[in-house]
């Protein structure tokens, strides 16, 4: 008799119940609205006039934050844009200067948490390992798309912003490419996966205390971060801009602004994302 009386009791219970979460981003390059036909002065330090050509990021291992610094994971909502707690934001629409991109855009991620008062919001902008180093070919949305990979032992390209100087000189770079990922894996060979972690993973951590999704916006714009390197120029036998490879210095003053290190240079505050 008491076994059942316990178990009504649990059953008059309320169920916790989670609630719904919408995280609402902008692109924009040097505090202009990201464009595929707009052009975008004083970049750098050398303040180049650019062309965007490509503006796309994955972001992985949302989690809500309570003012007491608690965390709860976000349930990411399973769509052409998210699976397994991976999204894809892009904000480039195949047109213009974007020839290369995609018509689809996405600006925000939807999901769930429990329910509960919450003050911020952490993130990855990143691939998790378990998920960075298989066959895109093969692969669910957004996960399949090629022009996000760089190869199998290096995985996805977790950031991609190109931009192309439109004063470059006829022998100059092709453009400065910021792409973010996973570097010093070790694996046989470029098509095949690693075994264990990249030496640097380089996923990119964001977190803002005081956040309010149903007001605010979480703007990504690269201007801060290239702020010191010249867009003009490429350091020799390097790939264009900064690609996150190791020895390459025209990552030397850019890799630190995205919170990571790079070699000996110690990371800084992210300076990519910021909350309006």
């Not at 981003?25 to 595929?36: D, H, N, R, S, V």
Request: glycine share 8%; net charge negative.
């Amino acid at each position: 008799m008491k076994k059942l009386a316990f178990c009504a009791l649990l059953a008059a219970q309320p169920a916790f119940a989670d609630q719904p979460v919408t995280l609402n981003f902008a692109a924009e390059i040097g505090g202009q609205p990201f464009a595929c036909d707009a052009t975008y002065a004083g970049m750098g330090a050398t303040g180049a006039e650019v062309r965007a050509v490509d503006f796309r990021l994955y972001v992985s291992g949302v989690e809500m934050i309570a003012a007491d610094g608690s965390r709860a994971p976000v349930t990411l909502d399973e769509s052409d844009w998210q699976h397994a707690g991976v999204a894809l934001l892009d904000f480039e629409d195949g047109t213009a200067a974007c020839a290369n991109g995609t018509a689809p855009v996405n600006t925000a991620l939807s999901g769930t948490v429990a329910e509960k008062e919450y003050t911020g919001v952490a993130f990855n902008v990143g691939v998790p390992f378990a998920m960075n180093h298989g066959d895109p070919t093969v692969a669910p949305s957004p996960l399949n798309l090629t022009s996000m990979f760089w190869n199998w032992r290096g995985g996805y390209k977790f950031v991609r912003i190109d931009m192309v100087p439109t004063d470059r000189s006829a022998d100059g770079p092709k453009g400065w490419f910021l792409h973010l990922g996973s570097t010093m894996c070790a694996s046989e060979g470029k098509t095949d996966a690693p075994a264990k972690p990249c030496k640097t993973p380089n996923l990119m951590e964001v977190t803002f205390d005081q956040f309010d999704p149903a007001t605010q916006t979480l703007v990504i714009d690269p201007a801060a971060v290239v702020a010191e390197a010249d867009l003009r120029v490429n350091a020799p036998e390097t790939s264009p801009g900064c690609m996150s490879f190791p020895r390459d210095a025209d990552c030397m003053k850019v890799m630190a602004k995205l919170g990571l290190d790079y070699g000996d240079v110690p990371a800084t505050e992210q300076a990519l994302v910021t909350a309006r």
